[in-house]
Structures are given as C-alpha cells and as structure tokens.
T-cell receptor, first 115, second 114 residues
C-alpha cells in the first residue's frame, strides 16, 4: 500500500535561514508527488508537484523540491525563510497511471519561524 | 474565479446527534473529494465523486457517514449518529478531472463532538 512519511513533526528555523522539509514515500511505481501548505484556518494550497521529467521542480513562494527515486524522497526546500512561511506542510502521493486523483498525505510538518 | 466554498465553518454537536456539511466546488470541476483531517494528522480521503457518480468510497464509514452529489455540482456529507472520534476538520476539494489535474481545497468545516 502507498504511504507517505514526514519524519519531522515540528521544525523551527530563524527568519532568513534555509529550510528543508523531508518526505519519504512508499510506492511500487513512479508516483505523482505533491507538497501542500496549510495556514491556520485555511484550506490546503498546492506549492508544487512532480509528475515526470526534471527531478527538480519549482513551485510558488520560492519553494522547490527534488525527486530522488533511489531514496524514495521528495524533500521541500527554500533558500531563505520568511516569517509568513510559518504554517503546516503536507507531502502527498497519488497513483501514476490510471490515476483517480486520490491523494495520500503524510502526517505533516509544522514550521515555526523565529524572528 | 471563486474557490471551493464550504459551510458551516464550525460546528459543535453532542455525540449521537446528526450533522451535515455542504460543499460547492469550483464551477466546471467534475471531480469532488471529501477528506477528513484529524488533529495532528494529514487529510484522509473519505469519498470521491466524478460528476454525480462515486469513484472511491472505500474509507467512508458507511454505517454512519453518507454523501451525495445529486446534480453533479454541490455535495453534502452527513454523519448520523456522530461519535467522539468524528471530531475533525472536513475538507472538500475539487478538480477539473481526475488525472493530472490540481485539487483545490476549501477552508474546511471544523467539527467538535462532545
């Protein structure tokens, strides 16, 4: 069965510092991979996605993620964090071929930004 | 373009009562999803509609949960009777279709069962 693991439940970084949020997935074939952000009281917003091709994908708000098949990982990065990036981040996976669109989410990583 | 609308935003009920949530997807989106997000966890799919047909309801507790999308647009999710463990945020999402299309999420309904 597909699964997604986000090893870090909570991360604190200083404003201006770099950020990396980890995501590992379990899936037999090439998955579709996503990162979403959820601010308090808000719905989930798609940051970026990987379907195929270039393994380094760029997203909104200055985020990027790299797909590494050998490590079954899809880590999210940002070179310089802003206070407004404080939120909860979810990695998700979906089926490849015959995709029904169903997303399987990790348990999330809460990002706190120190001034 | 208007986003996914959900109501109510908050609901508090006692166990064994019933409750209903409403979702209006983005205009033209054929696929609609209901997710349950328990505190501290990621969202979990409850049911997926393609137009007014059910694509996946494998994780819907059918003894107490029901959902419909009669005209292929709006959808309602009902819980009857509610249990304490149903306390969660219920998220509705929609997409143009199923394959390779982005899901847009509503703000959610936060349910507290006392």
């Amino acid at each position: 069965a597909q699964s997604v693991t986000q090893p870090d439940i909570h991360i604190t970084v200083s404003e201006g510092a770099s950020l990396e949020l980890r995501c590992n997935y379990s899936y037999g074939a090439t998955p579709y991979l996503f990162w979403y952000v959820q601010s308090p009281g808000q719905g989930l917003q798609l940051l970026l996605k990987y379907f195929s091709g270039d393994t380094l994908v760029q997203g909104i708000k200055g985020f990027e993620a790299e797909f590494k098949r050998s490590q079954s990982s899809f880590n999210l990065r940002k070179p310089s964090v802003h206070w407004s990036d404080a939120a909860e981040y979810f990695c998700a996976v979906s089926h490849g071929s015959g995709n029904t669109g169903k997303l399987i989410f990790g348990q999330g990583t809460t990002l706190q930004v120190k001034p | 373009e208007a986003g996914v609308a959900q109501s109510p935003r908050y609901k508090i009920i006692e166990k064994r009562q019933s409750v209903a949530f409403w979702c209006n997807p983005i205009s033209g989106h054929a696929t609609l999803y209901w997710y349950q997000q328990i505190l501290g966890q990621g969202p979990k799919l409850l049911i997926q509609f393609q137009n007014n047909g059910v694509v996946d309801d494998s994780q819907l507790p059918k003894d107490r949960f029901s959902a419909e999308r009669l005209k292929g647009v709006d959808s309602t999710l009902k819980i009857q009777p509610a249990k304490l463990e149903d306390s969660a945020v219920y998220l509705c999402a929609s997409s143009l279709d199923t394959d390779l299309t982005d899901q847009f999420f509503g703000p959610g309904t936060r349910l507290t069962v006392l």
